[in-house]
């Protein structure tokens, strides 16, 4: 929820450049969870293939989640709505 609540404020400058939102998802993502990890919010850490397969979901899921937000954000400003 935090992190879709980012998208139209201070990740608004990802809108338009999802080549760009999909590589900083590819890294975001996976160094996300291991800095968790490291900070011993997990028993183990991710293994390679595990980061591997989080960088290929958030290279997907990131420009996916810009686009909606941009999409959503577009509907309420024509229907007056303030977001």
Same mark, same amino acid.
């Given at each position: ?20 939102? #999909? +590589?900083?998802? !590819? @890294?975001?993502? =996976? $160094? ?6 490291? &900070? ?14 989080? #960088? +290929?979901?958030? !290279? @997907?899921?990131? =420009? $996916? ?6 999409? &959503? ?11």
């Amino acid at each position: 929820m935090n992190f879709a609540a980012t998208l139209n404020v201070s990740l608004s400058w990802l809108q338009k450049r999802y080549r760009l939102a #999909a +590589v900083f998802g !590819a @890294i975001g993502g =996976p $160094l996300a969870y291991y800095s968790g990890a490291k &900070l011993g919010a997990t028993e183990t850490l991710p293994s390679l293939a595990g980061m591997l397969y989080l #960088a +290929v979901g958030w !290279a @997907i899921m990131t =420009p $996916l989640l810009v686009w909606l937000a941009e999409r &959503l954000k577009n509907d309420c400003q024509t229907k007056g709505l303030r977001i």
